[in-house]
Antibody, heavy 126, light 107 residues
């Protein structure tokens, strides 16, 4: 059974860079059928997709965050990572990693998220 | 970006009720829609994809319908474990976007 687990600091200072890693177990991150994504949820609010990466390193980012986001993959460790720079209090959220498939391995059209990691709360505060 | 709007934002219902949640897309998305259930402190759980296909293991009291811009999630007979927040998500195009959520509370 595929499982995802987020890890990283729970507290980040304003203007610094938030760094999280998602470790995939029970399956290979190098599957041609899937992308690996990050989604966040501010306390008491809804879900926001941050970005996704293919095992080859191909990425898609949310334009609202693109200037601050970098997602990378380490296939040797079966992990992918998120870096969000210049954080402010507005970046305080639970950060989830999740797998999403592609409707076509040629067009890489995305689909739904399943499964998800349990999430990790990152607070931006001095 | 495609905007997803859910209605209502919240409502109260009783066990045994039939409930319907609506999700509207700002442009046509064919059937490229998923529904998730989220309970407090937990990650979202996939319920339905392709607008009407039930994810394996999800009870049959959940159903989805719609295409184009208008979609519904129906719970035919609400159970105690169904009190949660529900989100729709379009995957017609990037950026992937979610509705704002609908909270189903106990009356």
């Amino acid at each position: 059974q595929l499982q995802l687990q987020e890890s990283g600091p729970g507290l980040v200072k304003p203007s610094e860079t938030l760094s999280l890693t998602c470790t995939v177990s029970g399956g290979s991150i190098s599957s041609s059928s899937y992308y690996w994504g990050w989604i966040r949820q501010p306390p008491g609010k809804g879900l926001e997709w941050i970005g996704s990466i293919y095992y080859s390193g191909s990425t898609y980012y949310n334009p609202s965050l693109k200037s601050r986001v970098t997602i990378s993959v380490d296939t040797s460790k079966n992990q992918f990572s998120l870096k969000l720079s210049s954080v402010t209090a507005a970046d305080t959220a639970v950060y989830y990693c999740a797998r999403h498939g592609v409707l076509s391995t040629v067009t890489k059209t995305p689909n739904w998220f399943d499964p998800w990691g349990q999430g990790t709360l990152v607070t931006v505060s001095s | 970006a495609i905007r997803m709007t859910q209605s209502p934002s919240s409502f109260s219902a009783s066990t045994g009720d039939r409930v319907t949640i609506t999700c509207r897309a700002s442009q046509g998305i064919s059937s490229y829609l998923a529904w998730y259930q989220q309970k407090p402190g937990k990650a979202p759980k996939l319920l339905i994809y392709a607008a009407s296909t039930l994810q394996s293991g999800v009870p049959s009291r959940f159903s989805g319908s719609g295409s184009g811009t208008d979609f519904t999630l129906t719970i035919s007979c609400l159970q105690s474990e169904d009190f949660a927040t529900y989100y729709c998500q379009q995957y017609y195009s990037y950026p992937l976007t979610f509705g704002q959520g609908t909270k189903v509370e106990i009356k």
